[in-house]
């Protein structure tokens, strides 16, 4: 149970967490989906071992490839992410491997066509952040929602409802937005009953 301790995007999470069992939590009834643009670096990483683990696909990609803007099964993407992670990050747990490998979420989002419109228009991380709701909705669509408040100006309350897969890989991916802005991030990651809650205070390198 997560309680809301401060983890900095400067310490290792430690821990390891089972793969399939994550995998298998994604329910299949909810919608839940990730555009295949976020599968291509996985499997890039993956390399030779792409081939091994096709058939531990519930729902493989027609013809072994994914297409950047259909959508994929969530709970596959947990298999591939999670394996991509043990791979690029062999001198960790998976736990932090996984976080690492999802900071560079940010980097795939930004090259793309919405990314670049979006970030054309924001400066900071708040800004940033306040964007969260939308691109989940467009990029990782499914019966979950996506809430963001300013707690004040250096630190955005990040709830979705309920949750679903690895809370390290939204955590990763949180701290690669902020990470990108030139600011370090403290952030309280708390597991309430229906829901989870990232606190995020975000500070420039500057000041």
Do not use: N
């Not at 072994?64 to 991509?84: C, E, K, M, N, P």
């Not at 066509?113 to 964007?131: F, N, P, Q, Y």
């Amino acid at each position: 149970m997560l309680s809301g301790e401060p983890i900095r995007d400067s310490d290792a999470l430690i821990g390891e967490y089972d793969l399939e069992a994550s995998a298998l939590a994604i329910p299949s009834d909810r919608g839940l989906l990730v555009k295949g643009m976020f599968f291509h670096r996985h499997v890039e990483i993956l390399g030779s071992e792409w081939e091994r683990v096709l058939p531990t696909l519930a729902e493989p990609p027609r013809g072994g490839r994914y297409l950047a803007f259909s959508d994929y099964h969530s709970g596959d993407y947990v298999r591939v992410s999670g394996r991509a992670a043990r791979k690029r990050y062999p001198g960790v747990g998976s736990c932090e491997a996984l976080r690492r490998l999802a900071r560079e979420d940010f980097d795939v989002f930004a090259m793309s066509t919405l990314g670049r419109v979006i970030l054309s228009v924001i400066s900071d991380a708040r800004g940033a952040l306040h964007k969260t709701p939308f691109v989940y909705e467009k990029l990782a669509p499914g019966d979950w929602r996506v809430v963001v408040t300013d707690l004040d100006e250096r630190t955005s309350r990040v709830e979705f409802t309920p949750f679903y897969g690895r809370w390290e890989y939204a955590l990763g991916q949180i701290e690669g937005l902020v990470l990108h802005y030139r600011s370090t991030s403290v952030v309280r990651v708390s597991e309430l009953s229906d829901r989870i809650r990232f606190e995020v205070e975000h500070r420039s390198r500057s000041t």
